[in-house]
């Protein structure tokens, strides 16, 4: 199988395994933001994609693309040097009163648990968990990796 080139701007469609799909796009690497919409049929207008609602916004591992997973439909014009991608964060196993901040670029300031609540947590997604996230979102059901992954509260 040929291998795809990851380039910030990509339309990606997210097989779904059930005849579904829906799309993301391709941001600083390796954020995905991935679209509130889920359909049968191929959306080929690119702008009327990139316009739906995002319903998250993650890092996923290269290999989404890369192995053809996800396919590449097209690619809108991005703008990496302005982009304005979540902050998410990081929460100290030990000790999960601390938290901390980090954006796109690897920096990290400290924060509160105030200001990490409903924020993701850092961390690289398989395309998989993705998928099944998408798949769980749909059928009103909470997702295993989320849930996981959640901001931890403090006693």
Not at 91 to 104: E, G, N, T
Request: proline residues 6%; glycine residues 6%.
């Amino acid at each position: 199988m040929k291998r795809q080139r990851i380039q910030a701007g990509t339309v990606v469609k997210i097989p779904l395994g059930d005849g579904t799909h829906t799309y993301g796009r391709l941001l600083v690497k390796p954020y995905v933001e991935v679209y509130d919409s889920v359909t049968r049929e191929e959306i080929t207008d690119l702008e009327s994609i990139v316009a739906k609602p995002v319903l998250f916004t993650v890092s996923v591992f290269d290999h989404a693309i890369t192995k053809g997973r996800w396919p590449i439909v097209s690619k809108l014009p991005y703008d990496e040097e302005t982009a304005e991608l979540p902050l998410q964060f990081l929460q100290d196993v030990a000790d999960p009163r601390r938290c901390r901040l980090i954006d796109a670029w690897g920096n990290i300031t400290p924060a509160s648990i105030e200001e990490c609540a409903g924020l993701e947590r850092a961390a690289v997604w398989e395309p998989e968990h993705v998928e099944d996230r998408i798949r769980d979102h749909y059928a009103g059901r909470p997702n295993t990796w989320f849930e996981s992954l959640k901001l931890k509260e403090v006693k």
